[in-house]
């Protein structure tokens, strides 16, 4: 098990090699490690459902649909405003979540998420860099901005 720096979150993993980050301004600090999963776990994706002509630039497409590198692990359950803040995610309307399982063998950087997208960042963060693409499981619901109480 590996415990992500400055949480209590810890996933079942081992320490490897560093690996090169698609974005070194996402994680706090600077900071990251980089591990292979040696037992699945579950991590979430948001997206806004877009396919891959979305945009014109990949990391924009990736990052508008459901595939995509940039996971969220550890305590996830929040307000859609806090979600937003504290995950860094850019502007727009995220509107879609995706359970997604890691598996053994799968090699991703992880760390906490740095204050960019005038966000506050410093929730726990996956970076999917290389083996066995997660599976995803889309959750069949639309995820909004809205609350209420009973």
């Not at 995509?68 to 504290?86: I, N, P």
Request: aromatic letters at 10%.
């Amino acid at each position: 098990m590996i415990r992500i720096p400055g949480t209590m979150t810890d996933l079942p993993a081992v320490l490897i090699d560093k690996r090169p980050t698609s974005a070194a301004n996402a994680w706090l600090g600077g900071d990251y490690l980089t591990a292979q999963v040696i037992s699945p776990f579950q991590a979430i994706r948001v997206h806004v459902n877009a396919g891959e002509g979305a945009a014109t630039q990949e990391h924009l497409a990736t990052g508008a649909g459901l595939v995509g590198r940039w996971f969220a692990v550890g305590d996830y359950v929040q307000t859609y405003d806090e979600y937003r803040l504290t995950h860094a995610l850019p502007g727009g309307h995220f509107t879609h979540i995706a359970i997604c399982v890691f598996s053994s063998g799968t090699v991703f950087n992880v760390g906490r998420c740095s204050p960019i997208f005038n966000a506050v960042g410093g929730a726990e963060q996956v970076e999917f860099v290389s083996g066995p693409v997660p599976q995803l499981r889309p959750i069949d619901a639309t995820w909004s901005r809205l609350a209420g109480h009973a």
